[in-house]
Antibody
Framework: EVHLAESGGGSVKPGGSLRLSCAASGLTFTNVWMSWVRQAPGKGLEWVGRAKSKIDGGTIDYTSPVKGRFSIWRDDSKNMVYLQMNSLKTEDTAVYYC?????????????WGRGTLVTVSS | FELTQPPSVSVSPGQTATISCSGDNLGDTYASWYQQRPGQSPLLVIYQDDRRPSGIPERFSGSNSGNTATLTISGTQAMDEADYYCQAWDGSTYVFGTGTRVTVL
């Protein structure tokens, strides 16, 4: 059974930084693309970015609002993917989910974690 | 592109709920659908326009053509009350729909 578990959320002031982690199990992690998706309180879903598998090039992609501020990387030896968030803004307040990214097959997010809440407030 | 969904859909138990997702030439790419119950993570219910993941009931079906993808819930049950989001890849980024709240009256 696939299991994804995010951690690292919390409260931070505008301009601050936070690092989120996502631990994956029950899958061959090295073959899987991983994405981060966020959801502001009471709002819809927004894709943040992804890390392709190394066999598929290992490219990292981001949505425009976070480019230059957020970084994603993966550690295949630990079955982990990370989201480093710098220069945080109040509009980054959201629940952040990691999800498996089935781009090659269907461009869908097959499995999701339970999410971790990030609150950016002064 | 943008994906537009109706904000809400109401359905009686046992009836059919239909949720639309509109976007320019959406039919040229795959559409997926997610169910999100209150306080829970999204759950994939349809991928590749019309395929159901293992464990998703047969009452969930999908289609995608032209500018519109559609999620149909046949024989709607109380447990289907949730928010539903469509999603697609627009060539450079993933896009989610605006979301539809399905209420089972």
């Amino acid at each position: 059974e696939v299991h994804l578990a995010e951690s690292g959320g919390g409260s931070v002031k505008p301009g601050g930084s936070l690092r989120l982690s996502c631990a994956a199990s029950g899958l061959t992690f090295t073959n899987v693309w991983m994405s981060w998706v966020r959801q502001a309180p009471g709002k819809g879903l927004e894709w943040v970015g992804r890390a392709k598998s190394k066999i598929d090039g290992g490219t990292i992609d981001y949505t425009s609002p976070v480019k230059g501020r957020f970084s994603i990387w993966r550690d295949d030896s630990k079955n982990m993917v990370y989201l480093q968030m710098n220069s945080l803004k109040t509009e980054d307040t959201a629940v952040y989910y990691c999800a498996t990214d089935n781009f090659v097959g269907a461009a869908s997010f097959d499995y999701w974690g339970r999410g971790t809440l990030v609150t950016v407030s002064s | 592109f943008e994906l537009t969904q109706p904000p809400s859909v109401s359905v009686s138990p046992g009836q059919t709920a239909t949720i639309s997702c509109s976007g320019d030439n959406l039919g040229d790419t795959y559409a997926s659908w997610y169910q999100q119950r209150p306080g829970q993570s999204p759950l994939l219910v349809i991928y590749q326009d019309d395929r159901r993941p293992s464990g998703i009931p047969e009452r969930f079906s999908g289609s995608n053509s032209g500018n519109t993808a559609t999620l149909t819930i046949s024989g709607t049950q109380a447990m289907d009350e949730a928010d539903y989001y469509c999603q697609a890849w627009d060539g450079s980024t993933y896009v989610f729909g605006t979301g539809t709240r399905v209420t089972v009256l």
